[in-house]
């Protein structure tokens, strides 16, 4: 998570993804509530939006129907007003979508990790026992996701992750496409600016010129 930033949230454990709101800055937040629905869970993750500056928290699409969106609103009215909505719906597996989009960030090394976050994560599975309890942190999953169906048994936090990660992305991208068009205009108005300086003769020469063909003709 990052502050004044996005939460994607994915209501089946209402897993609270990592909010990045510049890839080359550091994931400083991940939580993780069990139940979805509750009162106390949406409350709770209102409490983190808010003392963290978060504008904008997405909520899977997929699950209840836009049900999770609906009361997450509503207790954001009553108690950190901020945009809730539903993430763009994918009809790509899972598995698949997690991993074509935090490989090429992790690859390129633009994710940084503030320490205190690996080590919540590592002792946010110290109440449950068993062998099993690792698989519930992000980083467990996040190592060890691949393409295939069923990958993981359980893994809210790293499509969470991976759902904020997305978001970015494509906002960064439209940041550097809003940068080239800029500076295309840029350059069509010095290229406008010369021609037109060269067809009124502005200057120099040529303006000479046509000052002299224009007295001729009087």
């Not at 930033?5 to 209402?14: F, G, N, V």
């Not at 990592?18 to 939580?31: G, K, Q, T, Y």
């Not at 090429?104 to 026992?129: F, G, K, M, T």
């Amino acid at each position: 998570m990052h502050r004044h930033s996005q939460t994607r949230i994915s209501p089946r454990k209402a897993s609270l993804g990592p909010a990045i709101d510049n890839l080359l800055e550091p994931l400083f937040r991940r939580d993780a509530f069990l139940g979805g629905y509750e009162e106390k869970t949406l409350t709770a993750i209102m409490a983190v939006a808010k003392k963290h500056g978060v504008n904008k928290i997405l909520a899977e699409p997929n699950f209840g129907g836009g049900m999770f969106t609906a009361l997450l609103k509503s207790v954001a009215q009553k108690t950190y007003p901020c945009t809730v909505e539903d993430a763009e719906w994918t009809q790509v597996r899972k598995e698949e979508r997690i991993i074509d989009t935090l490989e090429p960030v992790l690859n390129q090394h633009r994710l940084v990790v503030c320490p205190s976050v690996i080590e919540s994560d590592y002792n946010s599975v110290s109440d449950r026992a068993g062998e099993r309890a690792p698989a519930y942190r992000l980083f467990y999953q996040m190592t060890r996701m691949v393409k295939e169906r069923g990958a993981l048994a359980f893994d809210d936090r790293v499509d969470a992750f991976a759902g904020a990660v997305a978001y970015f992305v494509k906002q960064m991208a439209k940041d550097t496409d809003r940068a080239v068009n800029e500076h295309k205009d840029k350059a069509l108005d010095e290229q406008l600016k010369k021609f037109m300086q060269g067809v009124l003769g502005t200057g120099g020469a040529n303006h000479q010129l046509r000052s002299r063909a224009g007295s001729r003709k009087t």
